[in-house]
């Protein structure tokens, strides 16, 4: 097989960047190689600034890839560049909370200071680049600054404004985002659980999450037993909490009782649903929780391996998760003989590289496997075959952050909590028009306008307009539904969803039109191409809409909307995976019942 792209060679800088992974990688590899040609990319990418052809050989002939399918897999992933880049590079978030907060003019005076932003593809001399939602909502507007070098740095900006952006590109120190009550308005509130440490206990201090009670947990779990746990979990009713809500017991049953060996088990940390945070909090402020609970899923499903799959634009949550591992495995609390005993698990960390897509299960698998992240047909499904083709448990964040207090206080107290059918708190990421955003916890079943006054509400003299539920996939609820309960049942009910427990607010100063726009231009964007009714569908509905605002501004006729209509249920009905089944349905829901126009005219 020919391994050379062209004559090229990599730089001695590449050769560094890329041996030093795979001696880190060396032991306990997966079978093939090529599950090292992500993190071989984003090396290659954290180093230099960009991945060359004389980088992209290199990696072939290390993995034994082929030069076709690694060129397919780097030029699927926004964050990794083909073409030159400057060393340092800020990605300004364009999305619906930052929208709302003045990205769009922050993007302006960027274009006045720096030029033009960089396209994906082209080469060129611009540090900056407009991004999709960067998970930084409630503090938005947010930007994601890359400083290639050795070491190499990335992090996160709140509430950028050009000087600050423009002296971290020049290498100057500018304080990141940083945790904070504002993230957390909560913060001291009697009876949370899930956020109950977030802010009081240190996320990089093993002996402080223990002092607090972390591990009491694993150590029932060994009590219990691999069925016991299954058992308390099952009677808990916990529904999973990244979007789907499929019950997490039966999950956990299958993956048990499957024959094949080995078996994996996945966390979803792939969060990328605009206007969703909850689990960037969580591996930030409180990760050992996550750690201490995939170790007993681990056991109680008989899989040995895990994986944190975090996406590319979490840069701090990827270093407090990986922290978190290292001191569990050199406490004996990850890894060999588990507590003592003999129980083997352990984690590893692996970061997206700019992928709406691979929040999809399936999707997250074949990046794992070093494959272009696009969704497989279903079934097979993941708990029969899943990672490398064994049965794989994959549960998001949140899902998995209760399991230690249900293993704790017994299934039945956890289904005590909120309703019959959606049992237990929620984490619900508040952004936009409120005026405390930031992630709160409440029972299922709290009506949203409850939930709204707890931010705040709609800034003093503003009316409220729509409120979007589960992001730019979910669906909108005009003023007359803030007694919607905010439960799976009662949502389902209503039409709407839960979705990822996005909650937007949008206030009478905001023009829809824009943000419709937004949503269809991102699911344009975002569409891995894969299916046809989604590569077509998304770009049909972008350009509907441009008509349909187009229409508006000129005082015309506006365009059919039975011809969205049918193309959103085409997607719906045909497309491989939920980002085309559900790429029309925050705008079909506005169009439907909301006026779109500002009441200032904007």
Not at 316 to 328: C, E, F, H, V
Not at 583 to 599: E, H, K, N, V
Request: charged fraction near 20%.
């Amino acid at each position: 097989m020919d391994l050379r792209l062209s004559a090229s060679g990599p730089s001695p800088s590449e050769t560094e960047a890329v041996d030093a992974l795979l001696a880190r990688r060396r032991e306990g590899v997966p079978t093939p190689p090529r599950t090292l040609l992500l993190p071989s990319l984003l090396a290659v990418q954290a180093r230099v600034g960009w991945v060359s052809e004389g980088a992209l050989n290199y990696i072939c002939s290390r993995l034994d890839v082929a030069p076709a399918e690694a060129f397919g897999v780097a030029s699927f992933y926004r964050m990794i560049s083909l073409t030159p880049r400057p060393a340092s590079m800020a990605y300004v978030c364009e999305d619906l909370s930052c929208r709302l907060k003045g990205s769009e003019n922050l993007c302006r005076e960027l274009e006045n200071r720096l030029g033009l932003p960089s396209r994906p593809g082209e080469e060129t001399n611009s540090p900056w680049q407009r991004s999709a939602c960067l998970g930084h909502c409630e503090a938005a507007p947010a930007a994601l600054i890359t400083r290639a070098g050795n070491p190499p740095e990335t992090f996160e900006l709140a509430e950028a404004d050009p000087s600050i952006l423009a002296a971290s590109l020049a290498g100057r120190s500018v304080s990141p985002a940083s945790s904070s009550p504002r993230k957390t308005p909560q913060f001291g509130q009697k009876g949370l659980r899930l956020l109950r440490r977030v802010g009081i206990v240190d996320p990089e201090s093993l002996s402080a999450y223990r002092a607090q009670g972390g591990y009491r947990a694993l150590s029932r779990a060994l009590e219990l037993g691999h069925e016991g746990i299954v058992q308390e979990v099952a009677a808990s009713r916990l529904l999973g909490r990244g979007g789907a809500a499929f019950p997490v017991g039966r999950k956990w049953e299958a993956v048990a009782r499957a024959k094949t060996q080995p078996r994996y088990l996945v966390c979803n940390a792939d969060e990328s649903e605009p206007g969703t945070f909850k689990d960037r909090l969580l591996m930030e402020e409180d990760p050992f929780t996550l750690v201490e609970a995939m170790t007993i899923a681990g056991f109680a499903t008989g899989c040995e391996k895990g994986y944190v799959y975090i996406r590319g634009e979490y840069p701090l949550a990827a270093r407090r998760i990986a922290n978190a591992i290292r001191k569990a495995r050199s406490a004996e609390l990850l890894g060999t003989g588990i507590l003592g005993g003999a129980v083997t698990f352990d984690l590893e960390v692996r970061r997206g590289a700019g992928a709406y897509i691979c929040g999809e299960e399936t999707s997250l698998f074949n990046s794992i496997e070093g494959y272009r992240g696009e969704p497989r047909s279903k079934p097979p499904f993941p708990v029969e075959s899943g990672l490398f083709g064994k049965p794989t448990l994959i549960n998001n964040v949140e899902t998995f952050a209760n399991v230690p207090d249900i293993v704790l206080e017994g299934g039945a107290a956890f289904a005590s909590r909120g309703t019959k059918d959606s049992t237990g708190t929620r984490l619900f990421c508040l952004s936009g028009c409120v005026a405390r955003p930031g992630v709160y916890e409440v029972e299922m079943g709290t009506p949203l306008r409850s939930l709204l006054e707890m931010a705040g509400s709609v800034p003093a003299g503003r009316a409220l307009k729509a409120v979007l539920l589960g992001g730019a996939a979910g669906s909108f609820v005009g003023p007359e539904g803030l007694e919607l309960p905010l439960s799976f049942e009662g949502t389902r009910t209503a039409g709407s969803t839960l979705g990822s427990g996005a909650v937007m607010v949008f206030d009478d100063s905001v023009d829809l039109n824009d943000v419709l726009m937004r949503i269809a231009a991102f699911f344009r964007e975002e569409s891995c191409g894969q299916c046809v009714p989604c590569r077509v569908g998304t770009v049909r509905q972008e350009e509907w809409m441009h008509r349909f605002v187009h229409a508006r501004d000129a005082h015309s006729d506006a365009p059919d909307l039975s011809l969205l209509s049918e193309v959103a249920q085409a997607m719906r009905d045909a497309s491989i995976c939920g980002l085309g089944q559900t790429a029309g349905s925050a705008i079909q829901s506005a169009l439907r019942g909301l006026p779109t126009s500002s009441g200032d005219g904007k």
